[in-house]
Structure formats: C-alpha cells, structure tokens
C-alpha cells in the first residue's frame, strides 16, 4: 500500500473498538432474544466466513446464513426478510443493499469497515481510472459502492482467474483495483497485461514466508492453504491458493490430516465443520516484518458482537446503523456486478 493508505488504515485502526467478552449467561440472553427480534422484525441474519463463530453460529441457527460477501448479498436478495442483518464489514452491507434495494439493511456497526476499501478511496481511483482509459477496469468485491460504481466489472477471487482470462483473451488490457497480491496473482495465472492498484488486506499481508516455512517443516504433511490476497511468497508455498469456500473445501476434499491455513481465523468455524477429523493450524504472522496489525484476524470483523447485534434490532429506528446506497451509484454499480452474476453462472454451469 501507500504510505498515505497505510495512514489512513492506522487512522481507522485507531478508532477500533472490539466488543468485549460476556458471560454465559448474558451470552444465552443475548441469542434468545436476537432469534427472537429476527422473527418479529422479518428479519434474517447473513454473517461473513470471518466473524466471530458465536455470529456465524447465531446465522445457521436463526435460518440466516453464513459465506463470502457475494454469497451473502444473494442469499439476501433471494429471501423472503424484509430486512437483512449483515454482520460483516462495510462494503457488505452496500453490496446486499445493491441487490436487495427495496429491503432494508442494517449492520451491528457501520463503522466496521476494511483496509482494502480504505486503501481505494473513490476520487483517486477514478482519477488512475480516467489516466488510462484503454483499459478495462476490474475491481475486487472488497471496495465501497462508489468504486463498484466506476468499474466495468466486479470479481471475487473465486473466478478472478477465470475472468481475466476471459478478457485477456478478448484483447482487453486489465486495471485492477485494489488488492495488489490478488492482481499479480491472476496476472502470473493467466498472462494477461494488468496494471495493479497497490492496495492490499491487512490480515492476509501479515503471513509470513519464512516462518511458515518453520512450520512446515514441524509438520512436514500438512498441507499449506492461502488465499490469493496474501503476499506472492506465501502463495508460492501454497499447496491449495483459494477464495474462503474453495479452501474449505480444499481442507474437506484433501487427504492430509493436517491443513495449515493463511487466511483470517474465522474461516476456522465453517471449516472445520466440513473437515471434522482435520487438525487446523493458523499460518504465523510472526517473523521478520511482522507487525501484528491483524494477527490473523480483520480487527473490523470482529467489531461485530451479540450486544451490538441485539442493539441494532431493538432500535426500530436503526440508530444509525443502517445502509443506505444513492440510488445513481446503486444503479451504475449494479452494471458490472449483474456482469459477475451472469458471469459466474457461465463458469459454474
């Protein structure tokens, strides 16, 4: 990242505030009463891989569901609630408003944001935009509405691949924006001509090549899962590098017992329901340059908590903490997000 992003991010990081431990019997309080205001409310929870279990728990339980952003955006559009919880970040809660604009959406706390957002502020990004008007513009899930907004599509890193593939061999030159690991990545997979913006997530730029070389070598049979926004040395060592279902996926499907995995720690939840008999190890963010900023785990996930989330639904009027998308940027987003859904569908079939 810059160095005017990575103030930014500190800025933010700053103002952090991590709801803090319950006991159990406020805890059970907590979940009666939310299942409770989710059926009054007509309301359903949709949580993110990366929060906190005792949320993804919470979603399963309730009839709501717990995935990637996208995931939760559909999921969203196609129930019947006429009002979705989205406990993740920021950019989540924007993206299911986008698709489900007739439906209110509120989120435990607004402020819970991400690095790669913060790293792509909208003005500047149209302005790289605007510097190279040959190219198409290719923006991650992980950015604000505005920056959908500005895009000819938007991608997960499920089929980044595939779809930069697709236009590489259509001729087109890519601008990416804004994790800049992800973007080499699919640049080294497919070849094509991709000029990156130099964002980058705060959790996944922490792990470590060097050290989880260590680690391999005390368990010299597991087997090492990454995600693609982390840095090129750690995917270099990867035996499974993935979007957050693929690797659960991966840890179900491959024969090691041991899976050493290099993204956020919530992903732990879901993925060892899928691989019960596993043993899961969370990749080091220790080591040289090493500065914990996230230690595995996005700060602003976890800003998400049962009292906030109860809190957001005894307030009817939202207190504000609901989602709100201008109906123009909703509109020029909706083009290259509807171009992903079309998209993927073509991918998966």
């Known amino acids: 990242m810059t160095a005017e992003a990575i103030e930014l991010v500190r800025q933010h990081l700053d103002r952090v505030s991590v709801p803090g431990a319950i006991d159990q019997s406020r805890r059970l309080e907590l979940r009666g009463r939310i299942a409770q205001l989710l059926k009054a409310r007509n309301a359903v929870l949709v949580a993110h891989y990366y929060t906190d279990p005792e949320i993804q728990s919470l979603a399963e339980e309730t009839g709501g569901c717990v995935s990637d952003s996208l995931e939760m955006a559909r999921f969203g559009k196609e129930h019947s609630a006429t009002t979705l919880v989205v406990a993740g970040v920021r950019f989540m809660g924007e993206t299911a408003k986008i698709l489900s604009p007739e439906k209110r959406v509120l989120m435990p706390t607004i402020e819970a944001t991400c690095s790669l957002d913060i790293g792509c502020p909208e003005d500047q990004f149209s302005a790289f935009c605007d510097q190279h008007p040959e190219r198409t513009v290719v923006v991650y899930a992980n950015t604000s509405a505005a920056v959908k907004a500005r895009a000819d599509w938007v991608v997960t890193s499920s089929i980044a691949v595939d779809l930069i593939d697709f236009l590489d061999k259509r001729g087109e030159k890519i601008l990416w924006a804004p994790d800049q690991h992800l973007g080499l990545y699919v640049q080294q997979k497919t070849g094509a001509d991709v000029l990156c913006w130099q964002g980058a997530c705060i959790v996944h730029e922490e792990f470590k090549a060097r050290a989880l070389l260590d680690l391999k070598k005390v368990y010299p049979d597991a ?93 009817e009027s939202g207190a504000g903490q609901e989602i709100f998308v201008d109906t123009e940027t909703a509109r020029k987003a909706m083009i290259p997000l509807q171009r992903m859904l079309d998209f993927g569908r073509s991918v998966k079939s």
């Open 223 to 315: 087997a090492v899962l990454v995600h693609p926004e982390s840095p090129e040395a750690v995917v270099a060592i990867a035996d499974v590098v993935g979007s957050t279902s693929q690797l659960i996926r991966a840890a179900a499907e491959l024969p090691n017992k041991t899976m050493i995995v290099a993204t956020d720690r919530g992903i732990f939840y879901k993925m060892q329901q899928a691989a019960k008999d596993k043993v899961l190890i969370e990749a080091p963010t220790a080591g040289s340059g090493g500065t914990c900023r996230s230690c595995a785990h996005c700060p602003w996930m976890a800003m998400n908590g049962l009292e906030n989330l109860c809190h957001v639904l005894e307030d």
